[in-house]
């Protein structure tokens, strides 16, 4: 794997494991199709929003910082009221908790992965039939 997916599948894999909440609501993945269900709430999971790399050092030998966010859409259905998607989407912001650590990667190609920004939950955006709740989560990773 080349460390871009290693850094998704790390963000990924601690969205979905263990289970956010039971009973477990369906998880619509980036690129894959997802019909939601009239009625019921759902995650709609972005591809990961990459930054540029910097180098903070001078030359090409030092560390790389890696920022980007994950998107996470805690979408409820329009006409229950704003608690419900707000609820799940604070949900989310509490598992991506400033100062999460995670790896991405194994072995020799292991690289640690830090939210090292609080997530943000943004306004509500109504998508009939639906309410959209983004959770925006920075991360970093240096190599």
Do not use: C, N
Not at 9 to 16: G, I
């Amino acid at each position: 794997m080349s460390l871009e997916t290693d850094i998704q599948a790390a963000l990924y894999t601690h969205f979905t494991t263990p289970a956010l909440e039971s009973p477990v609501k369906p998880r619509a993945a980036p690129f894959v199709a997802y019909t939601p269900v009239p009625g019921t709430a759902y995650y709609h999971v972005h591809p990961v929003l990459r930054a540029e790399p910097q180098r903070p050092g001078i030359g090409f030998t030092g560390s790389v910082l890696r920022r980007g966010i994950f998107q996470i859409d805690a979408v409820a259905p329009d006409g229950a009221g704003e608690a419900p998607g707000l609820r799940m989407a604070g949900l989310v912001a509490a598992r991506f908790a400033i100062g999460t650590k995670l790896v991405a990667g194994a072995g020799s190609a292991r690289r640690r992965l830090l939210l090292d920004k609080e997530p943000t939950i943004a306004s509500a955006v109504k998508d009939a039939p639906w309410v959209r709740f983004p959770v925006s989560i920075p991360f970093l990773v240096i190599t």
